[in-house]
Structures are given as C-alpha cells and as structure tokens.
C-alpha cells in the first residue's frame, strides 16, 4: 500500500524558516517524481514544487522560487521541501505526492499524503 | 502560466441528478486535463487523467471529456458520497495549474 505521510508545520513567524518532511512507503521511491502541493485554509490547490526521480531536475512555482528549495533522499524514501523567508501568504496545508509516471513525470499525482499545516503568524 | 478557469464555482443537485462541470484552459493543452475530487478533511483523489481516461478504482458514472482548450466532467448519476469540491489540473508543462474548484452541494 501506498504510503505519504508529512511532517514539519508548527506555526512560525514571518521571515522564519522550516522544513517539510515527507516519508513515502509502498512503491519504489526512486523510481518516481514527487511535488509539494499547498492548500490555503479555505481554498483551492497551487502546485509548489516537483523533484525528479533522480533528484537532478527541480521546478517551482513563482510565488516560491528562490525562498523553497525542493530535496530527496533516496536512501531514506524521504522527501524534503526546505522554506525560508516565509511570508503570512505561505499559510498552508502542505501536501506531498506522487507523480503518476514512472521514471519521467507526467505532472499528475496518483498518491497523496493527508498533509501538514504551516502557519506562518506572528 | 496557463490560467485553468472552472465553472460553476458551486453546484447545488439532487442524488440521482446528472452533473457536468465545465474547466476552460488559457491555452491549448491537448488531452493534458485531469480531474480531482476532494472532500472537507481528505487529500484530493484523481478521478480522470488524460481527460477522459478513467482512474482505477473510480465508478463509471464518472466520465470527461474534451481537448485543447475545453474541459467537462459529468457525473451521471449523483450519488450521496459525490458531494464535494472538484477541481480540474493542467499537465501540459509546469507551472502545473489548477482550477479554483467547484462545490458540489446537495440541493
């Protein structure tokens, strides 16, 4: 069975820092794209970054380039989005999935995690 | 960015009603058009790919259609445990886009 479970969202203070973790089970997790997908109290999806199976290749979305950086760890079945300088807009359900395709990326997601919550607030 | 436009915002209907939801791309994205449903508390879950290809395990009352610029995802028969939020997603290329999602609320 697959499996997505996050980690990380405390509540943090604008221009704070954090890290999402995501630990995957149930499929071979080097064999897949993975993304961050955000979720704001009340709202609708906004895609926020992807990470290649093999790590080497990373998009973002404009609202987080240069502030998230995306990671993976193979070894571990972990994947990691690193968040500095976070705004109150960042507040969040903060979702991890899978990208349907194996060994490429087709930009749609198969799996979901049930998300982890930031809230940025001073 | 390609801008994924959904209507209706919400939708009131009757079990047994039949639904479509219409998703208006800014661009072409050929077949690139997939489906979620989402219901208050869970994670989305992916009812139709490629715009009309049927996710395993999703009931046949689901179905979609359209290409390019031009979206709809009907239901055929609502059924109690269909109310929620639908959104349609581009996969065409990143920035992945999505609509801003259609309530569906029980008349």
């Known amino acids: 069975e697959v499996q997505l479970v996050e980690s990380g969202g405390v509540v943090v203070q604008p221009g704070g820092s954090l890290r999402l973790s995501c630990a995957a089970s149930?499929?071979?997790?080097?064999?897949?794209?993975m993304h961050w997908v955000r979720q704001a109290p009340g709202k609708g999806l906004e895609w926020v970054s992807l990470i290649s199976w093999d790590g080497d290749s990373t998009y973002y979305a404009d609202s987080v380039k240069g502030r998230f950086t995306i990671s993976r760890d193979n070894s571990k079945n972990s994947l990691y989005l690193q968040m500095n300088s976070l705004r109150t807009e960042d507040t969040a359900l903060y979702y991890c999935?899978?990208?349907?395709?194996?060994?490429?990326?087709?930009?749609?997601?198969?799996?979901w995690g049930q998300g982890t919550l930031v809230t940025v607030s001073s | 960015d390609i801008q994924m436009t959904q209507s209706p915002s919400s939708l009131s209907a009757s079990v047994g009603d039949r639904v479509t939801i219409t998703c208006r791309a800014s661009q072409s994205i050929s077949s690139y058009l997939n489906w979620y449903q989402q219901k208050p508390g869970k994670a989305p879950k992916l009812l139709i790919y490629?715009?009309?290809s049927l996710q395993s395990g999703v009931p046949s009352r689901f179905s979609g259609s359209g290409s390019g610029t031009d979206f709809t995802l009907t239901i055929s028969s609502l059924q109690p445990e269909d109310f929620a939020t639908y959104f349609c997603q581009q996969s065409d290329s990143p920035p992945i886009t999505f609509g801003q999602g259609t309530r569906l609320e029980i008349k």
């Open positions: 999935a899978k990208d349907i395709g194996s060994s490429g990326w087709l930009y749609y997601f198969d799996y």
């Open positions: 490629a715009a009309s």
């Open positions: 149930g499929f071979t997790f080097d064999d897949y794209t």
